[in-house]
């Protein structure tokens, strides 16, 4: 019965949305009347409202709305969303500004006199347009208006403008900053949640282990990480979009020819060009640029481009008129200034201790308020210029309770969707396809692009993705990021833009389009470039890296990279190792030689026995790789056989758990009825039957899985706790290779600063016998805090911190003066000793030392350093952007 709600609720939808009704009450009034539905017949035929839901029953489904609800409008860390309305309000205030008409008028004379010229210049702006606005009704419109009567005055095929204006309008929905991609970050983040359960799950079945590594878990993805990994595909797109017609425009000279420029490329050329491109660049240089360094979060971001075009809609709107200008020239002048303050001076009004921190703070807030009176004089233009501020407000307003509105519906059709079952229904169907993980993805694609056909994009995500990208990633067998399955899935929305009969693309264009171009024409057109949209699905599907490498290397270059001993960066780090053993194995083990011989006889026999064991172990470094990497060879040797073996049993267990949850169910069904119906017979037989159904096909299955399958798991489990092993091994030989020396030769540095605390250390000593004992525990204990930066003076911190405590007050005694000397010499004859031998011991041999640590700091010191160094950081980036089968250790 569950299958039947499941249908019916698919049914109200699709009807719903083909009538026209409106997105954001079609999705939950369909889940409303199904879940009524579903209650009201369980009440009546079993006398309970929950008998015909797979999961819970309506009261679930109502809290699960409740928790939705709660999760999108109050979760303080749920930020996501907040983005959205910033990168609105940004594009309608660009477009309502005309720069579009600025970069197209631009482009086209720019490009023009090339074959092909007008249409590529069409795609470079749309792209532009696409990271500044991302609004497609209005880019579409925009370059329907503009363009589309130039083209077809100079001669080019109705097809192909038709096509390339419209493809070129959708560029905004995978170029960042996108709507889309803001979207499917938060619906994904909830399906890295589920994916992560279900992936535990399975390695908990698989091995008996309550715990799974981290390295296993799957990756999340955020807005920023979304735009960054969507950059390199939404430019590859553009690339195909460019060569398609310069390639055509070639071999068919007719369609479209160059377009001669009549005026003359003249220094008034270039400065129009130039204020035409260079504001717009800015724009994208500094909202996308500040998300890759790092400077501001994606919500951050947004607020910097709704201001920056705010701003840039100022100058615009009073083009012509005297000090058009000037607002822009205060707020970016005053931006500079704030650049060049905050380089010189650390601004922070809380830590203020002099007349040049004080300037500075000054010159800051000055800088503040010029560039608040330049935002504000440009936000009073833009409210007193055709009431532009007013009409962006609206629509930003109107398009973000749109967006809203749709996410909540979405979130109770899908629980709806899942209290049904129907989840699980998708999951079956998914995983009982052959083929694996790339069978069930490539139908998952086929069924959203045909689904563009019919949907809108938003429909699409907040439906669509929730329900299969959770099953997508907790597939071990491909281990993709959430990263690269958004921007897929993002590409692959795109098409829906295009795709008749409801692509939003070609309505737009119908609607500025003149009667001499047919609807078919536009048809037409769109075709090649729907087809280079899957071209580039196919490329970008190939190669992950073209979308993990930039969000992977920001993340390892940034100021919160992990550090080199997160688990999820070991195997990277292992095969760079690896490659610097192979590469410069001879110059290490050289200057592992050299530090055998160091005299170590001025240094204490503690630290020097530490120092010898751990040179003379690093040796052992090179042999512990080998052997890791060689168990990691046996591994890849047994799993030929192994691999197919452990995929059909996981299969037949699959199959085992769904016969047996079926049975279950039935066996419950049974007793429900023979309670509460006793007299409905046929259903009871009926349901009887199943039951000795299952058990047959259950007993089937079990004759299935492999007699000998224990030993094999047995077997091929070992060599996974031999690598295990031998890795841990490898990493615990390169740390005590190296901490020791790192160590040492910190103590040696430290000689310097022990000399230059010495005099204070001494006159201590008339500090304990002239002052007041809570003022000499105060100056003593300072002192703790400044010998305890330096490596290796705990003896004579040790002998200090006694010395205070003798001069503690307590309830039946005074401060013992006397004892507190004692200490105190005890803590100078320390100081006096570490600085002879540290002083002799740097001469001799902190040089060597210092060259034995930058030898090995890279390979065997890797695991130690703070942070990856940079080359280091891009090896790992581009080792680790791919995606690793794992499915072996399930």
């Known amino acids: 019965m569950e299958v039947l709600f499941v249908a019916i609720l698919v049914l109200l939808m699709a009807g719903a949305l083909a009538s026209g009704f409106p997105v954001a009450f079609a999705l939950p009034g369909s889940a409303i009347i199904s879940i009524i539905l579903a209650a009201a017949a369980g009440a009546i035929a079993t006398g309970s409202p929950d008998a015909f839901f797979a999961q819970g029953g309506p009261t679930n489904w109502l809290s699960a709305g409740v928790t939705n609800f709660r999760g999108i409008y109050w979760e303080v860390e749920r930020d996501t969303l907040i983005a959205i309305p910033l990168f609105v309000f940004m594009g309608i205030m660009l477009q309502r500004s005309k720069i579009a008409e600025d970069l197209l008028v631009s482009m086209a004379q720019l490009f023009g006199p090339i074959r092909g010229g007008l249409g590529i210049s069409v795609v470079f702006v749309g792209a532009l347009l696409a990271a500044t606005t991302g609004i497609l009704g209005a880019t579409v419109v925009a370059m329907g208006l503009i363009s ?65 590594p981290s390295e296993f878990a799957v990756t999340s993805t955020s807005a920023g990480d979304m735009f960054m990994g969507a950059l390199i595909p939404g430019l590859v797109l553009v690339g195909l979009y460019m060569l398609f017609i310069f390639v055509v425009a070639f071999i068919r000279r007719d369609i479209a020819p160059p377009v001669p420029f009549e005026g003359s490329y003249d220094r008034r050329f270039v400065v129009r060009v130039t204020l035409a491109l260079v504001p717009p660049l800015t724009l994208i240089f500094v909202v996308l640029g500040s998300i890759i360094t790092g400077v501001a979060t994606v919500n951050q971001a947004g607020a910097i481009g709704a201001v920056g075009a705010t701003v840039m809609a100022g100058y615009r709107l009073y083009e012509g008129k005297p000090r058009a200008y000037w607002p822009a020239i205060l707020a970016g002048g005053a931006i500079v200034a704030i650049l060049v303050i905050t380089s010189v001076w650390t601004i922070n009004i809380r830590a203020v201790h002099g007349p040049s921190e ?145 692509g939003f693309a070609l309505f737009y264009l119908r609607g500025v389009a003149p009667a001499a171009v047919r609807t078919l024409e536009m048809y037409k057109g769109v075709v090649p470039f729907i087809t280079l949209q899957l071209i580039a699905l196919v490329i970008v599907g190939a190669n992950p890296p073209l979308v993990n490498y930039l969000p992977t290397r920001i993340s390892l270059l940034g100021e919160t990279a992990p550090p080199p001993q997160n688990p999820r960066l070991q195997a990277c780090i292992e095969d760079y190792v690896f490659s610097s053993f192979q590469e410069n194995g001879d110059e290490i083990r050289a200057a592992i030689e050299k530090a055998k011989a160091w005299d170590l006889s001025s240094v204490p026999t503690a630290i020097a026995r530490d120092v010898k064991k751990a040179v003379d172990g690093a040796d052992e470094a090179f042999t512990a790789l080998d052997a890791a990497r060689s168990t990691s060879a046996s591994i890849a040797d047994a799993a030929v056989i192994y691999d197919p073996i452990r995929t059909e049993v996981r299969r037949i267990e699959a199959d085992l758990r769904r016969h047996a949850e079926e049975l279950e169910g039935s066996q419950r069904r049974v007793g429900q009825l023979q309670r509460q119906a006793p007299d409905d017979v046929a259903a009871i037989e009926k349901l009887q039957a199943r039951v000795e159904v299952l058990k047959i096909e259950q007993a089937a299955l079990d ?126 004859e320390a100081l006096e000793t570490e600085i002879a031998w540290r002083t002799k011991a740097a001469d001799a041999l902190l040089p060597q030392v210092e060259a034995y640590e930058d030898a090995i700091d890279d390979t065997i010191g890797l695991r130690q350093q703070s942070r990856l160094p940079r080359d280091v950081a891009l090896f790992v980036a581009g080792c680790s952007s791919g995606h690793r089968n794992i499915s072996l250790n399930f």
């Open 148 to 212: 589309l009567p130039a083209m077809m005055r100079n001669n080019y095929a109705n097809w192909l403008s038709t096509g390339t204006i419209a493809a070129s309008g959708t560029l905004g929905q995978i170029i960042p900053p996108s709507i889309v991609l803001i979207i499917l970050a938060d619906q994904l983040s909830n399906a890295v949640d589920q994916a992560s359960t279900t992936r535990t799950n399975l390695y908990k079945v698989a091995t008996g282990e309550f715990s799974m």
């Open 358 to 502: 004080q300037f500075g703070v000054t010159l800051a807030i000055i800088a503040t308020v010029v560039f608040i009176i330049g935002v504000a004089w440009s936000l009073l233009r833009t409210l007193k210029t055709n009431e532009t501020l007013q009409g962006v407000m609206m629509e930003t307003a109107k398009t973000t309770s749109l967006v809203f509105i749709i996410l909540l519906g979405a979130a109770m059709l899908t629980a709806a969707f899942r209290g049904f079952g129907g989840e699980e229904l998708v999951k079956d169907f998914l995983q009982g396809m052959p083929g694996g993980f790339w069978a069930q993805f490539i139908i998952v694609m086929g069924v959203i692009f045909i689904l563009g056909f019919f949907l809108d994009f938003i429909e699409i995500a907040v439906v669509v993705v929730p329900i299969v990208a959770p099953i997508l990633l907790a597939d071990p067998s491909a281990n993709i990021t959430a990263v690269w399955l958004g921007v897929m899935i993002g590409l692959n929305i795109q098409t829906s833009f295009l795709t008749p009969p409801f």
């Open 703 to 828: 004759a299935q899985m492999p007699a000998d399958w224990d030993e094999i798991r047995g077997n091929f489990k070992k060599l996974l706790v031999e690598e295990k092993r031998a890795y841990l091994n490898y990493r615990r030989v390169v740390d005590n290779a190296y901490e020791p020396v790192l160590g040492f030769m910190r103590v040696l540095r430290g000689a310097d600063a022990l000399a230059a605390i010495e005099h204070e250390v001494k006159a201590l000593a008339d500090t304990i016998r002239s002052t007041d004992s809570e003022a000499a525990m105060e100056t003593i204990q300072a002192m703790e805090s400044r010998i305890g930066e330096i490596e290796g003076a705990g003896d004579i911190r040790t002998a200090l911190s006694k010395a205070r405590r003798e001069l503690r007050t307590r309830s039946n005694s005074q401060p013992d003066v006397e004892k507190a000397l004692e200490e105190h010499a005890k803590a100078v």
